[in-house]
């Protein structure tokens, strides 16, 4: 257990080790072909293809739950929260609302039948595949359980902004604020079952893989949904979830468990998780080279490191377009959160960015989640109009006003200008 201990390592760094172990023939690359990482290495910065997802099943929508019209923006075979949806519910996003990102579609397991499997070079004493060590559901909740509230989000939550705000056209799906939810998940810690399973002390990568339908992208199998996670991050605090806000984990989020890593981009929270590849090597899949990392001009020749953190947001609890009564004075709510801690401020224009105030905040800065917020609002003349709110993390961090493009429109932070009308 002497790696599991160390230091976390710096990612680009990490990063680069990975590639140089790949090119040596180190590491494993399942699912990646040659020309594939070579193509990163060059770093051709070029849009990747669309995710329009392919159907895991014969009929029948990619997602199990009801997307009433009023909560819901459809979005292929995803579904994106409608703020205006998330006003008067509390801290938590009850789980009727909380957005939906499927690669392809839900699959409806049943928890009697589910079982983990763990294998790979970085387990003790398992040559490879031959002896998996397996949890079962009942397994699982025999362990010790730990409960934390923490936020999904997706990498790509924001990115129509790059287009609305800033004259880009990014390769993916036209998120706008809404793919996030928090939620109070329980479950039981990755570092318990990984310790259970017996690691070795040269394990450096965890990979979990989805039970959900191979993703096919421009005609080829990319296999299903894996990402690998650096053992650092996977003994800290990523849990094995099987609750969400105190019901069994729904099918769309996952049922029966799911991964969840507090913090990082949605992709690394692995749904409907099967297995778990540990690894004395390190790992690549489609989402750690392909996607969910940042190319484009102003990043490394060969695309940024594989993103981890989220970045910081703030939205309003309104609908894009809401109208106001000039004179009348109104309360304005929202919520800012951010990847790299909790939020200590947060400030709000509603004449297009002329004047700021400081909104009241109404939770206490704690890192995984977002802070929810009021300010008070008269409207003065009829006419359009934009509401801005900018949010500042205990780590210094605040919300530019413009975003460092990247062709696949992840990491959108910048302030949004949020469209009203003032009749
Ligand atoms: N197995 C599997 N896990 C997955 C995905 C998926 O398609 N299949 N999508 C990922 C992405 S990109 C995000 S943003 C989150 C979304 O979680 P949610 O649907 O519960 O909101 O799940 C992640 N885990
Ligand atoms: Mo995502």
Redesign the pocket.
Known sequence: MSAAGSAHPHEIAYDRRRLRQWLAGEARADGVTRRRLLTLLAATATATVLPGGSPAHAAGSPIVKPLPPASFIPRG??AETRWEALRGTGHHTPNAL???????ATPVLDAADWRLRLWGDGLRGTPAEDRPVEFGYDDLRALPAVTRTAF??????GRSHYATQQGETPAGTAWTLG?I?VARWRGVRLADVLRRAGLSPYAVDVQP????AE?VSGGESLG???RPLPLAKALDDVLLAYEMNGEPLPH???HPV??LVPSW?????????GDIEVSARPLYSP?NTTF?RLFGPAHPEDGGAPLTQQTIKSAFELASGATFAAGRSQVLHGRSWSGTGGIVRVDVSTDGGARWRRARLHDRPRSGTWTRWSIPWTPGTPGPAHLLARATDTAGRTQPDTSVSNTQGYLFDAVVRHPVTVL
């Open positions: 075979t995803n909380f957005f939906v990102r499927n690669h392809t999904v989000e997706c990498a790509g939550n793919a939810g893989r989805g039970l959900d993703y299903r949904v894996r769309d989020h996952g799911r991964v981009v949605g992709i690394a929270s692995i749904k409907w998780v989402w969910y």
